[in-house]
């Protein structure tokens, strides 16, 4: 069974950098083909990808936020870790990690459960 | 950057039947997924590659995907079914995910 946990402070002071962290389990991310993404949800709004990274370590970012997003992995631990600096109120949101296959056609699936992140002072 | 366009809402009465329409240029090379999202959760597909239905999804929910429209659809609207339901390809150019808006299912 694949499972994905987000975790990460509830909340950050403007300008500050959100480090968050994706677990999972029932994959391994050095398997040929696999990938794992980040998504938000600001309240109310549509989803927003933002970077992913694939089991040969290629990355790739959001066209807009990509000076602002680092997204690393490690191997042993199962885990992806996200960094996006300077945040700003507008960037509060719940974030989600989701698996996908990294042929650039799948779905993601499964997604975890979300981890909603407040950026106020 | 690609653009996927999704109406921001749609009324149905329980038992009809609800059609979701999501618009990109020439969307229909693309492989597109659908995402149904009740308040307070995650995500879950129950459409992909354009009309496959993942195991668990009734065979209410449907799909079709030509020119410059995908479309979901939901035969027998329950009440259950209300939720929020995004389209999402991938920008094979650039290795990024695309979501539309996002349509709000109100059952009346």
């Known amino acids: 069974q694949v499972t994905l946990r987000e975790s990460g402070p509830a909340l950050v002071k403007p300008t500050q950098t959100l480090t968050l962290t994706c677990a999972f389990s029932g994959f391994s991310l050095s398997t040929s083909g696999m990938s794992v993404s980040w998504i938000r949800q600001s309240p109310g709004k549509a989803l927003e990808w933002l970077a992913r990274i694939d089991w040969d370590d290629d990355k790739y970012y959001n066209t807009f936020l990509k000076t602002r997003l680092t997204i690393s992995r490690d191997t042993s631990k199962n885990q992806v870790v996200l960094t996006m600096t300077n945040m700003d109120p507008a960037d509060t949101a719940t974030y989600y990690c989701?698996?996908?296959?990294?042929?650039?056609?799948?779905?993601?699936?499964?997604w975890g459960q979300g981890t909603l992140v407040t950026v106020s002072s | 950057s690609y653009v996927l366009t999704q109406a921001p809402s749609l009324s149905v009465a329980p038992g009809q039947t609800a059609r979701f329409a999501c618009g990109g240029d020439n969307i229909g090379v693309n492989s597109v997924h659908w995402y149904q999202q009740k308040p307070g959760q995650a995500p879950v597909v129950v459409i992909s590659?354009?009309?496959d239905r993942p195991s668990g999804i009734p065979e209410r929910f449907s799909g079709s995907n030509s020119g410059s429209t995908a479309t979901l659809t939901i035969s027998g609207v329950e009440a259950g079914d209300e939720a929020d339901y995004y389209c999402q390809v991938w920008d094979i150019s650039v290795g990024h995910a695309v979501f539309g808006g996002g349509t709000k299912l109100t059952v009346l």
């Open positions: 989701a698996r996908a296959l990294s042929n650039q056609r799948s779905p993601f699936e499964p």
């Open positions: 590659y354009d009309s």
